[in-house]
C-alpha cells in the first residue's frame, strides 16, 4: 500500500514553520545542517558544465553567492509561510528592499511611494533611484485618489509598508494592489511590521514581498536578514541575474540561525501581539500620553482597514508624550525596556524616530507623516506583562 504523501501547503502555519523546507542529508540529522561551504564540486567536468548552462537533471548547487542549501531552506520555509510560490534570501533586509526596486526599474520609469516609510527605504526612492534615472513622486498613503492620481504612463513600481513605520499608519493594500493593476505597475508592500503570520500580501493583489528577517523572523536580536518572495516566474527574470552578479547573498549561517528563529515565530508574534494590546490600552489611558497608536485598537484613523487587512495587531505601539523632553525623559526612566532602534526582538526596545531612525527625514518630511518630537516607538517582546505594564507607567509618570 502506498502511503499518501502530506502535501506542506495544507499544513498549519505552526507545522510548515518546523518542518517546511526541511531538507536532510544522507546522514539524517535532526535538526538543518548549516552547510557553510562557499563553493560545491562537481563529479565530472561534463557535470559542471551541465550544471553552468542549467541543463542538468541532478540538482545541485554551484555557488553560495548563487544559492545554498541551508539558505534554500529557509527560503523554502519562509515561502511556505507566506503562502508565496517562491522566495530569495538577502543578506539583510534593506538588500531585499534595494533588490526588490532596482530589478523592476530602470532610467526612464517613475516610482509612486507612500511617505511613510522606514528612512534607509525613503533614501533608495528619494535619494539613489534618481541618481540612477528612475523619478519618484511619494503620496500619503491612506490618501487613495492621490495615489491615482500620482500615477503616470511610465509608473512601473508601487511601494509602500504597512503598518507603516514608525507611527503604524495602515494602508489598504487591496485597494492599492487595484490601482497598481490598472496602472500596469507592480506592487512592492515591505510586510515587516505586520508580520507573515497577520497580513498577506499576495492574497491582497501585491506582486512582490519584503522582509527584514533581522526583526520578528530572527526574534531573538542576533543576525541580519531579508527575503523577496513572490511568483517564480517575475522573480527570476526581475532579480536571478541581479542576486547573482551583485551579491547580496544571505550568509548560510545566518540562514541557518534564521532558520531556528522562525520556529518559534508564531508563538512569539502572538504572545508579543497580545501583551502589545494590553500594553496599547494602559498608555492609552494614561493622563501623560497624549496619544497611541496601535492598528487593531478603535481610536486608530485606519482602524477599518486595519481589520480588514491585518489578523493581529502586531508587536509595536507608537505613542506621543508631547515633546522631545518628555520623550527623552520617558525613555530614560525605563528600567527593563532598553532603548534600541531594533524591533522585533524578544527583548522590549524602545526609540525616539526623530532622532534616530527617521534623522534622515528633513523636518517637513517628518511632520507630513505626523512624526512630531513628542513620538516614541516601543517594541513589545517576550518579557512578562505587568513588569513591562509597570516599567512603562513608572517612566510616564517620570515625565
Ligand atoms: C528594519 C527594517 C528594514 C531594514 O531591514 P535590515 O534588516 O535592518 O536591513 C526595512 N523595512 C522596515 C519596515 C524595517 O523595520
Known amino acids: 500500500m502506498s502511503k499518501d504523501i502530506e502535501d506542506p501547503q495544507d499544513w498549519e502555519d ?8 526541511l531538507s536532510r542529508s544522507h546522514w539524517g540529522e535532526t535538526a538543518e545542517a ?8 562537481y563529479d565530472t567536468a561534463e557535470q559542471a558544465d551541465e550544471r553552468f548552462a542549467g541543463t542538468s537533471n541532478t540538482p545541485g548547487f554551484i555557488y553560495s553567492r548563487y544559492s545554498n542549501p541551508t539558505t534554500k ?5 519562509l515561502a511556505l509561510l507566506e503562502g508565496a510560490p517562491f522566495c530569495r534570501s538577502t543578506a539583510s533586509g534593506m538588500a531585499a528592499v534595494a533588490t526588490s526596486l532596482v530589478g523592476l526599474l530602470s532610467a526612464g520609469d517613475h516610482i509612486l511611494a507612500s511617505k511613510a516609510l522606514f528612512g534607509s527605504c525613503r533614501w533608495i526612492i528619494t535619494q539613489y533611484l534618481p541618481r540612477m534615472g528612475v523619478e ?9 485618489d492621490a495615489w491615482k492620481k500620482a500615477v503616470r504612463p511610465n509608473t512601473k513600481v508601487l511601494f509602500l509598508e504597512s503598518p507603516a513605520n514608525p507611527l503604524l499608519e495602515v494602508i489598504d493594500v487591496a485597494a492599492v494592489a487595484a490601482i497598481a493593476k490598472e496602472a500596469g505597475a507592480r506592487l512592492v508592500v515591505d510586510n515587516v511590521f505586520a508580520t507573515p503570520l497577520f497580513q498577506k500580501p499576495l492574497q491582497l493583489g501585491a506582486d512582490i514581498v519584503v522582509y527584514s528577517a533581522t526583526k520578528h523572523i ?16 517575475l522573480i527570476e527574470e526581475s532579480y536571478r541575474d541581479f542576486l547573482r552578479h551583485t551579491g547580496p547573498a544571505l550568509s548560510p549561517f545566518n540562514a541557518w ?31 501623560k500620553t497624549k496619544r497611541v497608536f496601535y492598528p487593531l485598537r478603535k481610536d486608530h484613523p485606519q482602524y477599518e482597514v486595519a481589520k480588514k487587512q491585518m489578523s493581529g495587531g502586531g508587536t509595536l505601539i507608537a505613542l506621543d ?27 522590549s526596545l524602545a526609540t525616539h524616530p526623530s ?15 505626523g512624526l512630531t518630537d513628542g513620538c516614541v516607538r516601543l517594541s513589545v517582546g517576550l518579557e512578562g506583562a505587568n513588569d513591562l505594564a509597570r516599567d512603562l507607567t513608572r517612566a510616564l509618570e517620570a515625565i
Open 73 to 77: 531552506m529557509f527560503e523554502d520555509r
Open 321 to 347: 508624550v508631547g515633546s522631545r523632553e518628555a520623550a527623552f525623559r520617558f525613555l530614560n526612566a525605563l528600567q527593563l525596556v532598553d532603548i534600541s532602534n531594533n524591533l522585533g526582538d524578544a527583548k
Open 34 to 41: 548549516l552547510y557553510l561551504t562557499q563553493s560545491f564540486v
Open 14 to 21: 505552526a507545522t510548515k514553520l518546523i518542518r517546511g523546507g
Open 257 to 287: 540561525v534564521l532558520l531556528k528563529g522562525i520556529e518559534t515565530i508564531d508563538l512569539r508574534v502572538r504572545r508579543q501581539s497580545e501583551t502589545a494590546a494590553t500594553l496599547a490600552d494602559l498608555l492609552a489611558d494614561h493622563p
Open 355 to 369: 532622532t534616530t531612525t527617521h534623522r534622515s527625514f528633513t523636518e517637513e518630511d517628518r511632520l507630513a507623516i
Open 136 to 144: 519618484f513622486t511619494t503620496v500619503q498613503g491612506t490618501d487613495l
Open 218 to 233: 530572527d526574534g531573538g536580536g542576533r543576525v541580519l536578514g531579508g527575503a523577496i518572495l513572490g511568483d517564480e516566474a
